[in-house]
């Protein structure tokens, strides 16, 4: 968590610790819906990232289409 960039991390948080609505993180944080859930998917990649490497060893695989 402490190495996702500030504003991602916050995001984040609020909805996966404190269990905001979206609507509310939006409107808390001057942000759009969009927004909001791009600032989600690349917080749940990096710390998938993460785990990957840290903890399971692994190499994150290439994005697929």
């Known amino acids: 968590m402490a190495r996702l960039p500030p504003a991602v991390g916050r995001v984040f948080m609020m909805r996966e610790w404190l269990e ?16 909001c859930w791009v600032m989600l ?19 994150p695989r290439a994005p697929t289409k």
């Open 20 to 35: 905001l609505e979206t609507e509310e993180i939006c409107k808390d944080l001057a942000i759009s819906t969009s927004n």
């Open 41 to 59: 998917y690349r917080a749940r990649m990096r710390l998938r990232e993460c785990l990957q490497l840290n903890w399971f060893g692994e190499r």
